[in-house]
C-alpha cells in the first residue's frame, strides 16, 4: 500500500527563516503529489501539486515554493518565514491511474513566532 | 474553474440525532470526482468515499449515506444515529482526472453526549 512519509511533525520558526519540509512517497511510483495548508480553524487550501519530476504547478502566489527533485520526494521551501505562514501542512499523493483516493501524510504543524 | 462550497461552517447536534453535511461544487468537465474526507482532532485525513461523474447512485455504509445530484451539483454526506465519535472536521473534495484535489472549506461537526 502507498504511504507518506512527512517530517517534522511539528516545527518552530521565528520570522524571517528559511523552511524545508520534506515529503516522501513509499509504495507507488509517479504519483501525483500535493502540498495543502490549513489555517487554524479553516479549510484546507491547495499550495502546490506535481505530475513528475520537476513539474510543480502554483495554485497561489505566496512566499513558498516547492520542487520535485526525485519521483517520490516533495519539498516545501521558503527563504523566509512570515507570521501568515503558521498552519498545518499535509503532503498528498495520489496513483498515476488518477482514479484512487488521495493519500495523505500525517501533517505539519508550523508555528512561526 | 473548480470550486467546492461548504456553507455549514459548524454543526452541533444531540448523540443519536442524524446529521446532513451540504457539499454544493462547481465545475465545467463532464468527468470529474467528489470525495469526503474526515479530519479527526489527530489531524490526518481519512477518506471516506470516491464518487465518478458518471455514477450517481446513491451510496450507503453504515451509518453513513451520501447523496449525488448532478442536477443540483450537490454531493450530501448524512450521518443517521451520530455518535460522539463522529465528531471532526468534514472536508468535500472535487477533482478532474488526475490533477489537483480542490477541497471546500470543511464542516466542523460536533456531536454532544
Known amino acids: 500500500s502507498q504511504t507518506i512519509h512527512q517530517w517534522p511533525a511539528t516545527l518552530v520558526q521565528p520570522v524571517g527563516s528559511p523552511l524545508s519540509l520534506e515529503c516522501t512517497v513509499e509504495?507507488?511510483?509517479?504519483?501525483?503529489l500535493y502540498w495543502y495548508r490549513q489555517a487554524a480553524g479553516r479549510g484546507l487550501q491547495l499550495l502546490f501539486y506535481?505530475?513528475?519530476?520537476?513539474?510543480i504547478s502554483s495554485e497561489v502566489p505566496q512566499n513558498l515554493s516547492a520542487s520535485r527533485p526525485q519521483d517520490r520526494q516533495f519539498i516545501l521551501s521558503s527563504k523566509k518565514l512570515l507570521l501568515s505562514d503558521s498552519g498545518f501542512y499535509l503532503c498528498?499523493?495520489?496513483?498515476?491511474?488518477?482514479?484512487?483516493?488521495?493519500?495523505f501524510g500525517s501533517g505539519t504543524q508550523l508555528s512561526v513566532l | 474553474a473548480q470550486k467546492v462550497t461548504q456553507a455549514q461552517t459548524e454543526i452541533s447536534v444531540v448523540e443519536k440525532e442524524d446529521v446532513t453535511l451540504d457539499c454544493v461544487y462547481e465545475t465545467r468537465d463532464t468527468t470529474y470526482y467528489l470525495f469526503w474526507y474526515k479530519q479527526p482532532p489527530s489531524g490526518e485525513l481519512v477518506f471516506l468515499i470516491r464518487?465518478?461523474?458518471?455514477?450517481?447512485q446513491n451510496e450507503i455504509s453504515g451509518r453513513y449515506s451520501w447523496n449525488f445530484q448532478k442536477s443540483t451539483s450537490s454531493f450530501n454526506f448524512t450521518i443517521t444515529a451520530s455518535q460522539v465519535v463522529d465528531s471532526a472536521v468534514y472536508f468535500c473534495?472535487?477533482?478532474?482526472?488526475?490533477?489537483?484535489?480542490?477541497f471546500g472549506q470543511g464542516t466542523r461537526l460536533t456531536i454532544n453526549p
Open positions: 509504495g507507488t511510483s509517479n504519483p501525483n
Open positions: 506535481s505530475v513528475g519530476i520537476g513539474q
Open positions: 498528498a499523493g495520489l496513483l498515476p491511474t488518477g482514479n484512487e483516493k488521495l493519500f
Open positions: 473534495a472535487l477533482r478532474r482526472g488526475a490533477q489537483k484535489l480542490v
Open positions: 464518487r465518478n461523474s458518471f455514477d450517481e
